[in-house]
T-cell receptor, first 112, second 114 residues
């Protein structure tokens, strides 16, 4: 079992819809969670971080964390074609506290 | 803004050559990381360093070594490049300690070994 697993995708949504990206992690000791966006040929850039159970909103993005279920999600409201990218989920602060473990990513396409 | 720079965006080397990939960060971060990213395999950690002259193996250290003589600079070395090391190499840095800080990535180096 991978330490961080994401929906393999690809995920396709129409412009203006809500895109939902999901991630589960196996190391129960993980403390912090991150969502990175990676455009094709570019490096990952951080879009959201979440450390506590519940929801965290930033503009059109909402991260949700449920530590009991070991589940993290990212919702993108009013999806735009510019949101088309691969989204990487990462967990940090587990048994190897100094490093992050990344999922393989989910590719999102927003169709105009 | 945190800035992580990598010495080359694109690099072409021949099999058997010694290859140096350089990474520099300007935010006084303690932690630095080297990853490779391949289609279908995701982001895989090669080595990381949490202090000058300190290094830890990641998930796929075979065929690689690293050097960190100064805090801001972390080098990845391919002692004898092979075609299976053709990949996108990403450097990242983050503040130290066990606080849950995110990592900041450099632009990447696309290495082709022929």
């Amino acid at each position: 079992q991978k330490e961080v697993e994401q929906n393999s995708g690809p995920l396709s949504v129409p412009e203006g819809a809500i895109a939902s990206l999901n991630c589960t992690y196996s190391d129960r000791v993980s403390q912090s969670f991150f969502w990175y966006r990676q455009y094709s040929g570019k490096s990952p850039e951080l879009i959201m971080s979440i450390y506590s159970n519940g929801d965290k909103e930033d503009g059109r993005f909402t991260a949700q964390l449920n530590k009991a279920s070991q589940y993290v999600s990212l919702l993108i409201r009013d999806s735009q074609p510019s949101d088309s990218a691969t989204y990487l989920c990462a967990a940090r602060g587990g048994t190897n506290a100094g490093k992050s473990t990344f999922g393989d990513g989910t590719t999102l396409t927003v169709k105009p | 803004d945190v800035k992580v720079t990598q010495s080359s965006r694109y690099l072409v080397k021949r099999t058997g050559e010694k290859v140096f990939l350089e990474c520099v960060q300007d935010m006084d971060h303690e932690n630095m990381f080297w990853y490779r990213q391949d289609p279908g395999l995701g982001l895989r950690l090669i080595y990381f360093s949490y202090d000058v002259k300190m290094k830890e193996k990641g998930d796929i250290p075979e065929g690689y070594s690293v050097s960190r003589e100064k805090k801001e600079r972390f080098s990845l070395i391919l002692e004898s490049a092979s075609t299976n090391q053709t990949s996108m190499y990403l450097c990242a840095s983050s503040p130290g300690g066990f606080d849950p800080y995110e990592q900041y990535f450099g632009p990447g180096t696309r290495l082709t070994v022929t």
